[in-house]
């Protein structure tokens, strides 16, 4: 009897033991911190990897959970975010662009970071040029998630057919470029322009109103430290507006579906032979297995383009949960994470280690296109992050659109659009 019970108290230690040594070391459930991000990445195939950063974050963290949530795009995720404020909803972390920053602040929805980002030691890390969308009135409120430009993308194949042997470098090769890559026959247009008055549209229409030497906002020389003066109706605005129009007057364009511009099928297809995009399309066109090629964005009177990329958002909440969501950043921020998001979706890499390292280098050596987005990096222009951009874009979506559509010339349409903006700011 004796022999019977050691020997059933023998297997019930083992077991035990057993048990114990199975159990994954993850931190009780009630002491898992689970946060919300919200994010809109797009395309699709980005938001997979975002999946799989986010999951080896959870893996290595078993005490803090993150869930990534698609809320649709900026146009679609702006009224989301601004009915969570208001509800006192809001998610832990948002992935937005950085222009929503002044209207995040003045809503007092989000923490400043310049002193968690000191003493993280990240800060030097960040490449010197993104502070710039980082700051506003002294303090930094978010940290970059990605950076990229806006370049043309383009088929080699569609080029070569047409007897093109050079990338257009000027406004006036551009378009004579694009006369010669439409064929009706064919159904084939030289380029693909986004119609709507969306963000999108703005985004990928700024790089010409730069390029024309046109600037969005000027001092008040009147009010020292005031905000700056918006004035959409610019030389460069006009000059950009009338090589849009210029472009579909020649008929060399085809417009995208209605604040859909960032869709690449018709390019992928053979029908556009030229569209506006940037380096976070390189994952999905090498699936694909299509040809393509970037040029930068051809001058009118200098070189430009538009900086873009997201940033991360922390939002008010509690001190453990701001703090676990810190833990989140500072992975974000992070060589490895920087350097598998870029690699795979083809942002720009926000880590100065990343760019220089073993792995992106022979990342760059395969894909040519990445250095014209590097080497364009040096002329890309931050849209304001002010409060009040929304009424700034929407105001140029209103006259984009109007021209594209041909319901308005670009000084009409400009015009229209500076009175009503002016009416909206009070300047």
């Known amino acids: 009897m004796f022999a019977l019970t050691r020997r059933l108290l023998i297997i019930c230690l083992v077991t035990l033991l057993g048990l114990t040594g199975c159990q994954n070391p993850r931190a009780k459930e009630s002491d898992v911190i689970h946060l919300t991000l919200w994010q809109g990445v797009n395309p699709p195939p980005n938001r997979d990897v975002l999946q799989r950063l986010v999951d080896r974050f959870n893996q290595e963290h078993p005490d803090i959970q993150v869930e990534s949530l698609y809320v649709g795009q900026s146009d679609q995720q702006t009224p989301k975010v601004l009915a969570a404020i208001v509800g006192n909803a809001t998610p832990d972390l948002l992935w937005f ?9 003045e809503l007092e ?3 400043p970071l310049e002193d968690w980002l000191t003493e993280s030691g990240l800060k030097e890390q960040i490449g010197p040029a993104l502070f710039e969308s980082m700051t506003w009135e002294g303090h930094i409120w978010s940290i970059p998630f990605g950076t990229n430009n806006v370049g043309i993308f383009y088929r080699p194949t569609l080029f070569e057919a047409a007897g093109i042997r050079e990338v257009p470098h000027t406004w006036e ?12 026959s064919k159904d084939q247009h030289g380029m693909l322009l986004p119609l709507g008055k969306g963000e999108w549209s703005v985004f990928t229409w700024l790089p010409f109103m730069w390029s024309g030497g046109g600037e969005l906002t000027e001092a008040n020389p009147s009010e020292p430290g005031a905000e700056p003066k918006v004035t959409l109706n610019n030389v460069g605005a006009i000059a950009a507006l009338h090589l849009w129009q210029d472009l579909i007057s020649d008929g060399s364009v085809v417009l995208s579906g209605p604040e859909r511009g960032y869709e690449v099928d018709g390019f992928l297809a053979g029908k556009v032979a030229m569209q506006l995009t940037g380096p976070w399309t390189l994952g999905q066109l090498q699936a694909t297995g299509v040809d393509f090629a970037v040029m930068p964005i051809p001058e009118g009177a200098r070189r430009a383009t538009s900086t873009g990329g997201e940033n991360l958002f922390l939002l008010k909440s509690t001190p453990e949960r701001e703090k676990a969501a810190q ?20 942002y720009l890499p926000v880590n100065v ?16 296109a990445v250095d014209v987005f590097l080497e364009q990096a040096e002329y890309g222009r931050s849209r304001p992050i002010f409060p009040g951009y929304n009424r700034i874009s929407d105001s140029l979506g209103r006259a984009i659109e109007a021209v594209v559509l041909g319901k308005a010339t670009p000084e009409e349409a400009l015009e229209d659009s500076q009175r009503r903006l002016d009416l909206a700011l009070g300047q």
Request: glycine share 4%.
């Open 97 to 105: 662009a950085p222009m929503f920053t002044g209207q995040l602040v």
């Open 173 to 184: 090769e551009l378009r004579a470029v694009a006369k010669q890559l439409t064929d009706p």
């Open 353 to 368: 280690r990343s760019r220089e390292s073993q792995a992106y280098k022979d990342f760059m050596a395969k894909q040519a």
């Open 327 to 346: 833990t989140f950043m500072a992975y974000v921020l992070s060589e490895d994470f920087q350097t598998q998001w870029a690699i795979e979706t083809g």
């Open 109 to 111: 929805a989000i923490r």
